[in-house]
């Protein structure tokens, strides 16, 4: 069991520029979870895969986001044009399919500043 | 709106005496709940859950509690050691075959020696 992995750990960025993270979950679990934590708030969800499928979006996902899976393995989150608004800790998580979920596993998260 | 909510952001306890961490939510179709915990740099991990079902559960020092009618759920920490000082969450599962969780704020624990 090697874990969700995230890269970066750390991501430092101006104002406008655009940002891709990347998770890998545990293998075998086929879905993936994109959340995002601010300071002093808990994880809060943006975005789901089942396998390939991305089959739920929070509204705070805007169009400035957007998230892939597409060989329903690793999953990638571009954020196009960013903002001050949009530093915080990503945190990706995976769980095993079938049947409701029960648990999430998560990464250690990438940080992200915009400067 | 916070469905979902954990009213003390800290908590300090002395170490070997009982840490509670108190939960409410709003939703009455949230079907199970789970509390996590968080050290800093590293992404919460699971502790312990509980379905909507079932009023207790127990693993080893820490019991999750929940109570249906009043839409709150604690868990107890007994005896509390120093590598419990961390962030403890709480989330929700909204039922309906809903794929996701909904956490709370979270609460900062601080057992003191």
């Known amino acids: 069991d090697t874990g969700v992995s995230q890269d970066p750990r750390h991501k430092i960025t101006k104002r406008g520029q655009n940002v891709t993270f990347r998770c890998d979950p545990i293998?075998?679990?086929?879905?993936l979870y994109w959340y995002r934590q601010t300071l002093g708030q808990g994880p809060e969800f943006l975005t789901y895969?089942?396998?390939?499928?991305?089959?739920?979006k929070s509204r705070l996902l805007s169009d400035r986001f957007s998230a892939e899976r597409p060989k329903g393995s690793f999953s990638t989150l571009e954020i196009q044009r960013t903002e001050q608004g949009d530093s915080a800790m990503y945190l990706c998580?995976?769980?095993?399919?079938?049947?409701?979920?029960?648990?999430?596993?998560f990464g250690s998260g990438t940080q992200l500043s915009v400067l | 709106d916070q469905q979902v909510k954990q009213n003390s952001p800290s908590l300090s306890v002395q170490e070997g005496r009982i840490s509670i961490l108190n939960c409410d939510y709003t939703?009455?179709?949230?079907?199970?709940f789970l509390w996590y915990k968080k050290y800093p740099a590293e992404g919460p991990t699971f502790l312990i859950s509980?379905?909507?079902?079932?009023d207790k559960n127990e693993d080893g020092r820490f019991t999750v509690f929940l109570n249906k009618s009043a839409k709150h759920l604690s868990l107890h920490i007994v005896p509390s050691q120093p590598g419990d000082s961390a962030v403890y969450f709480c989330?929700?599962?909204?039922?309906?075959?809903?794929?996701?969780?909904?956490f709370g704020q979270g609460t900062r624990l601080t057992i003191n020696p």
């Open positions: 509980i379905s909507s079902i079932k």
């Open positions: 895969f089942q396998n390939e499928a991305q089959l739920e």
């Open positions: 293998s075998e679990h086929n879905r």
């Open positions: 989330a929700a599962r909204p039922g309906g075959g809903a794929q996701k969780l909904v």
């Open positions: 998580a995976s769980s095993p399919g079938g049947g409701v979920v029960k648990r999430l596993f």
């Open positions: 939703n009455s179709m949230f079907d199970y």
